[in-house]
Antibody
Framework: QVQLVESGGGVVQPGGSLRLSCAASGFTFSSYGMHWVRQAPGKGLEWVAF????????YYADSVKGRFTISRDNSKNTLYLQMNSLRPEDTAVYYC???????????????WGQGTLVTVSS | DIQMTQSPSSLSASVGDRVTITCRASQSISSYLNWYQEKPGKAPKLLIYGVSSLQSGVPSRFSGSGSGTDFTLTISSLQPEDFATYYC?????????FGQGTKVEIK
């Protein structure tokens, strides 16, 4: 069965950095685009970033462009999100999510991890 | 970015009720509209994609309709496990966006 397990969340000061990981199993990771989606406490869902199955294309939400970097290691079945220059408004649960379709992304998400909490606070 | 607006933001309903949630896009998104269900402490779950295609394992009491800018999620007979928050999401543009959510509560 498909499993996505995020890790790397925690408390960080404003301006700091954090790297999230998402370990994938149960499907051919190297064939699917992957996304990060976040949810601030008590708020709705916000798509953050996408990476194509082979890493050749990446897209970002305007709110994180220039500060966050999505990457993947298909040999390790792992997705990453490097977050720099963190702000209090980046505080959220971060989910990794699998794109529905391979190899051309459909832009919707059929499997999600359990999420990892990032808190940006002094 | 394409803005997605859901209505209502919340509703109260009873088991067995027919429930309708509306989602409006700020521009035409053709049929690139998807719906998710979220329960407290759990990851969102894909219910419907492409306006009306039911994701595998989703009960047939869920249905979707619409095109262009106006879309609807309908639950034909609300069950206890359906009390949750529902989000629409557009997959028309690569700056994917969600609606603000509709919370379905027990009356």
């Amino acid at each position: 069965q498909v499993q996505l397990v995020e890790s790397g969340g925690g408390v960080v000061q404003p301006g700091g950095s954090l790297r999230l990981s998402c370990a994938a199993s149960g499907f051919t990771f190297s064939s699917y685009g992957m996304h990060w989606v976040r949810q601030a406490p008590g708020k709705g869902l916000e798509w953050v970033a996408f990476i194509r199955y082979d890493g050749s294309n990446k897209y970002y939400a305007d709110s994180v462009k220039g500060r966050f970097t999505i990457s993947r290691d298909n040999s390790k079945n792992t997705l990453y999100l490097q977050m720099n220059s963190l702000r209090p408004e980046d505080t959220a649960v971060y989910y990794c999510a699998k794109d529905f379709r391979d190899p051309i992304a459909a832009g919707y998400f059929d499997y999600w991890g359990q999420g990892t909490l990032v808190t940006v606070s002094s | 970015d394409i803005q997605m607006t859901q209505s209502p933001s919340s509703l109260s309903a009873s088991v067995g009720d027919r429930v309708t949630i509306t989602c409006r896009a700020s521009q035409s998104i053709s049929s690139y509209l998807n719906w998710y269900q979220e329960k407290p402490g759990k990851a969102p779950k894909l219910l419907i994609y492409g306006v009306s295609s039911l994701q595998s394992g989703v009960p047939s009491r869920f249905s979707g309709s619409g095109s262009g800018t106006d879309f609807t999620l309908t639950i034909s007979s609300l069950q206890p496990e359906d009390f949750a928050t529902y989000y629409c999401q557009q997959s028309y543009s690569t700056s994917w966006t969600f609606g603000q959510g509709t919370k379905v509560e027990i009356k």
